[in-house]
C-alpha cells in the first residue's frame, strides 16, 4: 500500500515537511532542491528520484514534485501522515497544518 501526495512549487518558497515515514521523491517537472539530515539534493524531470528517510525535509525550486510514501501494513497503522507542513514565500511563512 502507499500513499501519494503531489506538490506544485512556486519560485521563491520554501517548504517544509515533517516526514513521518521513509519516502520516495520524483520531479515530475521543473528542478527542485531538498535537504533533509544534513544532505542536499537537486533533482529534475530527466532522471530525478530520491528515497528519503523520515525527518524534517525542506524543499525548494519550481515545477512539481510527487512523493509517494510506503507503508508496510505490518508495522504501521491503515493511515501514513505528514506530522507538519508548512511553507514560506515573500510574504512570509505560512502553517498549513
Known amino acids: 500500500?502507499?500513499?501519494?501526495?503531489?506538490?506544485i512549487l512556486k519560485e521563491n518558497e520554501l517548504l517544509v515537511l515533517q516526514l513521518a515515514n521513509s519516502c520516495l521523491v520524483r520531479s515530475l517537472n521543473g528542478r527542485q532542491w531538498l535537504t533533509i539530515d544534513g544532505r542536499d539534493i537537486?533533482?529534475?524531470a530527466t532522471g530525478g528520484l530520491v528515497t528519503l528517510p523520515a525527518g524534517k525535509l525542506l524543499l525548494e525550486g519550481s515545477g512539481s514534485i510527487e512523493l509517494n510514501l510506503a507503508q508496510d501494513p505490518a508495522r504501521h497503522s491503515s493511515r501514513v501522515r505528514f506530522n507538519s507542513l508548512s511553507f514560506s514565500s515573500a510574504k512570509g511563512n505560512v502553517p498549513c497544518n
Open 1 to 7: 500500500m502507499s500513499n501519494t501526495l503531489r506538490l
Open 42 to 44: 537537486c533533482l529534475d
